[in-house]
């Protein structure tokens, strides 16, 4: 069906003007829009709302501040090789304060992160990337003379959202593995509520920039799953979208980094692979734009679980992985079921799960609530015709 709302933009002059500054056709910049609004799961016609936004160009006010963390989240979303990925994030926030990229330091860049804070009172978006010391004080992280505990419930207090890029600043990440002598925590903890969490070390760019335009185009960040994090990118296992899973399946596994199994592509798990408890979008959206199999697995390397807290940094690589797939079963129940003749194969799995019966038992249990339901049948006819009979 023709897309009603992207056909209305073809000839608007905003979507000419966005498509130039970011170096793309136009067709290329709608093609984008539709993607980010695919991938955020929005409904048809949202694509046109997310392209309005991003040509509107109503730039929201990031501040971005870095604890304890290793820079990777800033390098993933600058070292994407399209070009026109970084350009895009650029483009779309206001990146006010951000100690890796500005060019002042020292007094100046506190002074411009203040004074973004006070004109952007309760509109700017704060990303806290890197994990927050809270042992001793949190003397062990500071910036300006302030620690980043104080920093953070500073710089939180008059935003309009609050993101914590990284798995770091999600739970604590790497920074907080056993025995975590700083006291290493996410901002969540730090912040005593919830906030929205893009997981991963790093975390993938456009996790971030979707995230982002949603807020964009909606005014709101988008809908997360119980840890914060957004269901779009990580509603599904990566054991669930993995290339391999098909040698997964079939028994078909690498033993020892480059042995045969190994170099002809087969499954990691008997190397560690944490994908089968681990929810993210790496194998869907991948990295750096380089093409298919950039992503750890699809370049060999088992999967960490990086994005999951009590998995990455946490489970060693030579444990494996709690299988968390469900696996189907052979036979289904039929949708409807005659009452009273018996039961499927199917349906017996389903009551002996629910009677917890042995499976021999459960198909008497379907085939008795069969009978007595005859008989139940049975005994209201016989009842009626005696009342007739009187
Ligand atoms: Fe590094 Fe970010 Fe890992 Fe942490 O990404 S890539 S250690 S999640 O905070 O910089
Ligand atoms: Fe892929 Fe890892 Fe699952 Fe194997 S265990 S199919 S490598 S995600
Ligand atoms: Fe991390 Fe595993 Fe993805 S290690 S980047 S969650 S494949």
């Excluded at 006070?118 to 620690?147: F, H, M, W």
């Excluded at 391999?244 to 045969?260: K, L, N, Q």
Aim: net charge neutral.
């Amino acid at each position: 069906m023709a897309n009603t709302g992207l056909l209305k933009l073809e000839g608007d002059s905003r979507i000419a003007a966005a498509s130039k500054r970011l170096d793309l056709s136009r067709r290329e910049f709608l093609q984008f829009c539709t993607t980010v609004a695919a991938s955020l799961g929005l409904p048809q016609g949202a694509d046109a709302a997310v392209a309005e936004a991003i040509a509107d160009k109503k730039r929201p006010s990031v501040i971005w501040l870095q604890f304890q963390e290793c820079t990777g989240c800033t390098e993933s979303m600058l070292r994407s090789e399209h070009p026109t990925l970084e350009k895009l994030i650029l483009d779309v926030i206001s990146l006010d304060y951000h100690e890796t990229l500005f060019a002042a330091a020292g007094h100046q860049a506190e002074q411009a992160r203040r004074t973004a804070m006070a004109e952007n009172k309760n509109s700017y978006l704060l990303v806290i990337e890197g994990a927050i010391p809270t042992r001793d004080g949190g003397i062990y992280c500071k910036v300006g003379g302030q620690t980043a505990v104080e920093l953070t419930q500073a710089c939180a207090a008059d935003a309009a959202a609050v993101i914590a890029i990284g798995s770091c600043a999600s739970w604590g990440g790497m920074p907080s593995t056993d025995p975590n002598p700083t006291g290493s925590s996410g901002v969540a903890t730090v912040l005593g509520k919830p906030v929205v969490t893009i997981p991963g070390c790093p975390p993938n760019p456009y996790n971030f920039l979707s995230a982002v335009v949603h807020f964009l185009a909606f005014g709101s960040l988008p809908a997360v799953d119980d840890l914060g994090r957004p269901k779009f990118a990580y509603s599904r296992l990566i054991h669930e979208n993995c290339e391999r899973r098909a040698h997964f399946d079939a028994g078909r596994f690498a033993i020892e980094f480059g042995d045969e199994g190994h170099r002809k592509g087969y499954c990691l798990y008997k190397l560690g692979c944490k994908g089968p408890e681990t929810y993210a979008n790496c194998p869907t959206i991948l990295f750096g734009d380089a093409g298919a199999g950039t992503w750890p697995v699809g370049c060999g390397c088992p999967c960490i679980g990086c994005t999951e807290q009590g998995v990455g940094f946490s489970k060693p690589i030579h444990m494996l992985a709690k299988v968390k797939n469900v696996e189907p079963p052979q036979q289904y129940p039929r949708i409807v079921e005659e009452k009273g003749t018996g039961a499927t194969l199917g349906s017996a799995a389903v009551l002996a799960a629910v009677a917890g019966a042995a499976a021999g038992g459960a198909a008497m249990v379907a085939r008795n609530l069969g009978l007595s339901h005859k008989a139940e049948e049975a005994a209201k006819a016989q009842a009626a015709s005696e009342k007739m009979e009187v």
